[in-house]
């Protein structure tokens, strides 16, 4: 029997950002969502996109590939991630990646260039845990947007996000993900989560990444969004596959929502004038 050239994943041999892109990150999705949304809001095809929180750029890459005409911006603040995604994630896209720039930089800093969409995902907005902070990042975000352009974020939240737990996911590569909430401050919202990854050999990568984070509800952040200028938010819930049991990937937009025990949502907040017959779904 030919042996298989590529060496079993194990602690010793794995990469922690391959493995956390590949646990974790939907590119795919969320260049979908991006184009539904700004086309029903613009008409158009969106072009330009800022990554906030980019880590290794794997969305810029993606959006950069996904279109001919496409840039994409990419701010973060940590320059050896920035590396890592400009060695692995740009280099994989070819010409394309002459259309991404990364920029080592807080998203509280506006960009000059405006972009019609703004992407912040993995709910790293939640590291600022001061109301203030977080209202003027999104303030940076609404100044980066041309008059029709749109920012989206994903949010987290139910009966299980605001608690401590661990949950475990094999992943098709051959390992396991953990997500561990490793506690809850009921008073502050402040949580503390860890990914972790374990191999079939029976090593782990243990506590690869840490966020020191504060939970925003759904209503919070809308709020906060509107006070930074943004026109309207409107949420969007993922449907479920054929099964009724697991998430299509597939998002709507909804006036209300059941509080499951765990669900991921997107808010979409638009810079201009809502357009006629669209209205902001969460004060609905
Ligand atoms: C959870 S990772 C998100 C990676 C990727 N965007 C994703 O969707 O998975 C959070 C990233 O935010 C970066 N970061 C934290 N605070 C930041 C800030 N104020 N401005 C820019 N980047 C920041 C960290 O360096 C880290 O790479």
């Known amino acids: 029997m030919p042996r298989s050239s590529t060496p079993r994943l194990t602690a010793r041999n794995a990469d922690r950002h391959d ?13 979908r969502l991006l184009d539904k949304v700004f086309k029903a809001h613009t008409g158009r095809r ?27 911006i990419g701010l973060d603040t940590h320059r050896p991630t920035l590396e890592w995604g400009r060695t692995h994630n740009l280099s994989a896209v070819g010409v394309a990646a002459a259309r991404v720039t990364l ?13 019609e969409v703004i992407g912040a995902y993995n709910y790293s907005y939640q590291v ?19 008059s029709d352009g749109l920012f989206v974020l994903d949010a987290i939240g139910g009966s299980e996000a605001t608690c401590a737990r661990v949950e475990r ?52 952040l809308r709020d906060i969004l509107l006070d930074a200028g943004f026109a309207s938010v409107d949420a969007y ?6 099964s009724g049991r697991y998430g299509s990937g597939r998002y709507r937009r909804v006036s209300q929502a059941e509080n499951e025990c765990v669900w991921n949502a997107y808010l979409v907040a638009r810079k201009g004038p809502p357009l006629p017959g669209s209205r902001d779904a969460l004060r609905g």
């Open 237 to 242: 819930w993922e449907g479920t596959d054929a």
């Open 169 to 220: 996911r094999r992943v098709a590569g051959g390992w396991t993900y953990i997500w561990e909430q490793e506690r809850y401050d009921a008073v502050n919202a402040n949580f503390v989560c860890h990914i972790s990854f374990e191999f079939p050999d029976g090593t782990a990568l243990r506590r690869s990444f840490t966020y020191d984070w504060r939970h925003y509800s759904l209503p919070e």
């Open 128 to 146: 600022f845990h001061e109301r203030e902070l977080l209202l003027r990042y999104f303030r940076a975000a609404h100044r980066s947007l041309t």
């Open 103 to 115: 920029l080592e930089q807080d998203v509280l800093v506006p960009t000059r260039r405006k972009v």
């Open 46 to 72: 969106p072009l330009h996109l800022r990554e906030d929180f980019c880590g290794t750029a794997l969305l810029c890459a993606q959006w950069a590939k996904s279109h001919p005409e496409r840039t994409a």
């Open 19 to 31: 493995l956390y892109q590949r646990s974790v990150q939907l590119p795919e999705q969320e260049i």
